[in-house]
Nanobody, 118 residues
């Protein structure tokens, strides 16, 4: 069992930056690949990106590639989502999730709201 808690969301202006954190407790954090997802009001949840267990491999959705960076610190049991050049369309609730070796996301955080105002 892994408990995930996101933090760092807020209200920002277009072009600003934010860094979200995902703190994990419970079973060993380093066992899991970590993903970030977002859900805007009235829309389906979208994949933002993920990071391998050791942190050496990352993947991103086209919509955030070049602007967002995912990292992790296994010693601190924390994953991060650095978001730069934010746009109004980035407004959403952002969730982190722990991915099993089978590929399914087993554990989810409660989410943190990011609002980008123009």
């Amino acid at each position: 069992q892994v408990q995930l808690v996101e933090s760092g969301g807020g209200l920002v202006q277009v072009g600003d930056s934010l860094r979200l954190s995902c703190a994990a407790s419970g079973h060993s954090f380093s066992f899991y690949e970590m993903g970030w997802f977002r859900q805007a009001p009235g829309k389906e949840r979208d994949f933002v990106g993920n990071i391998s267990r050791g942190g050496g491999i990352t993947n991103y959705a086209d919509s955030v590639k070049g602007r967002f960076t995912i990292s992790r610190d296994n010693a601190k049991n924390t994953a991060y989502l650095q978001m730069n050049s934010l746009k109004p369309e980035d407004t959403a609730v952002y969730h982190c999730a722990a991915q099993s070796s089978r590929g399914d996301y087993l554990y989810w955080g409660q989410g943190t709201q990011v609002t980008v105002s123009s």
